[in-house]
């Protein structure tokens, strides 16, 4: 499932061109609908996957929305790649090193927190966003992480911010390869932006 946003530039400010992609027929039609009914004419939505999608070469702004496990990945990537100026990501469901941890691809030194289900679940997640923030730095963008929501709403409240200011870290370079040799992980980011 994934919800995924793109705003990319034309003529002048006023003239902007909205995408908005989604997996659900069924969400990708009601939207439609919507942008017909209010007359929106700049804004579409379309099914399909932001990992395949090719509509466009350049964006100003990319936004994803409960992008569940490597699809935050993929638009992560998509977005650096469209030269994206702005990108506004709010991640879900990270499974992919929470099976790393699972498959025994930790240092030995966490193996006793990493027993516990929730604990490695919970780790994993704060893991994965922290080095998708740092991966986007080493991309030349400044990144902050912040809870958007309470609490009380959604316990998937962690958005990462990413402005690009063209200023590639390397120090966030040096910091990410650490971490993954450290942590024995091997991320779909990496491996994107590595492309």
């Known amino acids: 499932e994934m919800t995924s946003s793109l705003v990319g530039s034309e003529m002048c400010i006023r003239d902007r061109r909205i995408i908005g992609l989604d997996l659900k027929s069924e969400v990708i039609r009601h939207c439609n609908e919507l942008a017909e009914k209010y007359r929106y004419e700049k804004l579409q939505f379309l099914e399909g996957d932001i990992a395949d999608y090719e509509g466009v070469n350049r964006v100003d702004m ?112 040096e910091a990410l390869k650490n971490m993954e040799e450290a942590l024995h992980l091997n991320l779909t980011l990496n491996k994107l932006l590595g492309e």
């Open 62 to 173: 990319v936004v994803t929305l409960h992008a569940c496990n490597t699809a935050t990945d993929y638009a992560l990537a998509k977005a650096v790649g469209w030269n994206a100026k702005v990108i506004l990501s709010v991640p879900c469901c990270q499974h992919e090193i929470n099976e790393q941890f699972e498959a025994g691809e930790t240092p030995e030194v966490l193996a006793a927190v990493m027993e516990y289900g929730l604990l490695r679940e919970r780790f994993a997640a704060l893991v994965t966003d922290g080095l998708r923030a740092k991966y986007l730095e080493s991309e030349g963008y400044e990144t902050q992480v912040l809870e958007f929501i309470d609490m009380e709403h959604t316990p998937k409240n962690l958005l990462i911010r990413a402005v690009y200011t063209g200023k590639d870290s390397e120090n966030a370079a």
